[in-house]
């Protein structure tokens, strides 16, 4: 595995800028970057360890159309602000990871307006897939899934691989960490696998990963030479099976994670600015601690949603500003949030808590311990180490055995006949636990 050392410590919180602070789509006077400097004591207080910013850089719209990679959207402030961030999330111990869309650009960016001004005779015209009209005029062009804002690049020409390794070098240089890759699977893995090692060999402790959905995650990984990429696979897996009363699926999805981690570790999550909330997914928010629980306990790097931690509300609609209700506005500090998002907040602290207490889970596999429908018991162990997790969506009380189950760190449960072969595990309705083994 390439990922480096740190990264089995890592637990993010994402947050997406713009939105955040209210940038986009109200376009009002934000703070910028600063407004996110008044929460990072918020996110360490919450157990995390790095901060998953989305795109900060200069763009037309949502910060997915980026114009320019090397200079910082005005809504958000300039090089000053995100320096001010950057040394602010050092100094309490957050590593910083940026959001870089590299498969296209906006109409905006000045190669592709160079393009449109000087035609083909642009000296950028070869990073783009253009197709000329007879008689002149503005050139066709590929775009990212049909999005005529968003011009796609071409990655076989090498002009593009330099100008992708520079603006990812040049923040790395400015303090960044690391690097979410967006929409790294319309990218050819080979052009990967030709920009990544340019930016190793300057920052081999950068953490790069990348934006898949679909697909051979290890092959991704493997042709790519990427640390991770995004596990939504399991991501679908949790809200799935908690919604369907329908263990089996979960612990499917389980087997192919194991199958993963023999390759690389996961970045994992139950929310992020591209899908409905967690608490708009799940058809009962009883479930949500189970579904915490779960991504607490698996291997990968976890990040959680900034507001998922709160309980945010939000659906993801197939329409024009269809973001807009996941990617909200938050206050100017955190004691502008509602009172009753807190106690989730609190569970969010203990179950982060014991992941930070068991770096192991990092690269921990899972076995079924006990499975039914409604019912699901499983190990998570790396050599000796093992903890077992125990989840009910039933309506009622359920016993699960959980042999040599010893004690109950996480949740609320009985255990009965403790460290025995024969211990089990008494869950209330829609309960979970986490049980030392």
Known sequence: MREPNWV??????????????????????????????????????????????????????????TTDHLRIDPRLGDDAAFDALVAAAHDRGLRVLLDGVFNHVGRGHAAFQDVLAQGRDAPTASWFRLTWPDGGGEPEYATFEGHGALVGLNHAEPAVADYVTEVMTHWLRRGADGWRLDAAYAVPAGFWATVLPRVRAEFPGAYLVGEV?????AQFVEQSTMDSVTQYELW??????????????????????????????PQTFVGNHDV?????????????????????????????YAGDEQGFQGVKEDREHGDDAVRPAFPAEPAGLAPYGWPL?????????LRRRHPWLHHA?????????????????????????????????????????????????????????????VLPAHGWAVLEA
């Open 8 to 65: 089995e410590h890592a637990v993010w919180w994402q947050v997406y800028p713009l939105g955040f602070t209210g940038a986009y789509p109200e376009g009002r006077e934000n703070g910028g970057l600063t407004r996110i400097t008044a929460w990072l004591d918020y996110a360490v207080e919450l157990g995390a360890s790095g901060l998953l910013l989305g795109p900060v850089f200069a763009a037309e719209t949502h910060g997915y159309d």
């Open 213 to 217: 959905i679909h697909g051979d995650y």
């Open 236 to 265: 679908k897996a949790i809200w799935s099976a908690l919604n369907a009363a329908n263990f089996f699926e979960l612990s499917w999805a389980l087997e192919r994670h194991n199958g993963f981690l023999d390759t690389f570790v």
């Open 276 to 304: 409905t909330r967690l608490a708009s997914k799940l058809t009962d928010e009883r479930h949500v601690p189970l579904a915490l629980a779960l991504l607490c306990t698996l291997g990968g790097t976890p990040s959680i």
């Open 345 to 353: 907040y609190h569970l969010h602290q203990e179950l982060i808590g």
């Open 365 to 425: 596999r899972t076995e079924p311990v006990h499975l039914t429908n409604e019912q699901f018991a499983y190990a998570a162990s790396d050599g000796d180490r093992r903890l077992i997790v125990a989840l009910s969506v039933g309506a009622g009380p359920a016993e699960l055995p959980v042999p040599y189950g010893k004690s109950v760190l996480h949740g609320r449960a009985e255990l009965r006949r403790p460290g025995s072969a024969g211990t089990v595990v």
